[in-house]
């Protein structure tokens, strides 16, 4: 596709549920990015791979919160025992190149909304 | 600690006159300034960046100027059209040392173009 999928676009869940959360890449990009958005706040960083390798997860609020990227292009973010605080927009970034790269910008998705009763 | 920051939670501009959003960082080591514009349930779209070895780099109505001793960056919009109305998050990268360039974002300054 043209730009960053997302989905599902809305995600309802009880406290306590796993909720699974997939992001298509655009198609040959090299690093993948995900990011967590709460309400009135800026995108704060979760975790990067380039390519199948998940090289940064510094940003992983818990041990809760596990992503992965087997073939190197679609990935999924996994967040396990949800509970209210989790509830935010989940949002997947893609570039070309190695790293995210300095002077390379990160392209977005649109998110999946995540909600936490 | 909020390494990026937007002061103006809000803006209104008329039409057709210039809108000029700021953007303050704490970190030394931020070597990339990027603005994204998002609309409502979209995810945030890359409008225009500057390194920071630049002080100003200019793309059609967009101009984005950095100051590196102020620590301070700022996005000019000439001239302001209604659908520019919109939340403008300011961004900065660095090197996490893990691998990856970090994006560090502001809160957002929601736009408002008075036609």
């Known amino acids: 596709g043209a730009g960053v999928s997302q989905s599902p676009r809305y995600k309802v869940a009880k406290r306590g549920q796993d909720v699974a959360l997939r992001c298509d890449p655009i198609s040959g990009h090299v690093s993948l990015f995900w990011y967590q958005q709460a309400l009135g706040q800026g995108p704060e960083f979760l975790t990067y791979?380039?390519?199948?390798?998940?090289?940064?997860k510094s940003g992983l609020p818990s041990d809760r919160f596990f992503a992965e990227r087997p073939e190197g292009s679609v990935s999924t973010l996994k967040i396990q025992r949800t509970q209210q605080e989790d509830s935010a927009v989940y949002l997947c970034?893609?570039?070309?190149?190695?790293?995210?790269?300095?002077?390379?910008?990160?392209?977005f998705g649109d998110g999946t909304r995540l909600s936490i009763l | 600690d909020q390494q990026v920051k937007q002061n103006s939670p809000s803006l209104s501009v008329q039409e057709g006159r210039i809108s000029i959003l700021n953007c303050d960082y704490t970190?030394?080591?931020?070597?990339?300034f990027l603005w994204y514009k998002k609309y409502p349930a979209e995810g945030p779209t890359f409008l225009i960046s500057i390194s920071s070895i630049k002080d100003k780099n200019e793309d059609g109505r967009f101009t984005v100027f950095l100051n590196k001793s102020a620590k301070h960056l700022s996005l000019h919009i000439v001239p302001s059209q209604p659908g520019d109305s919109a939340v403008y998050f300011c961004?900065?990268?660095?090197?996490?040392?893990?691998?990856?360039?970090?994006?560090?974002f502001g809160k957002g300054t929601k736009l408002s173009v008075i036609p």
């Open positions: 791979f380039q390519n199948e390798a998940q090289l940064d």
């Open positions: 970034a893609s570039s070309l190149k190695t790293g995210g790269s300095s002077n390379q910008p990160q392209h």
């Open positions: 961004a900065a990268s660095s090197y996490s040392g893990a691998g990856s360039y970090q994006l560090t």
């Open positions: 970190n030394s080591m931020f070597d990339y």
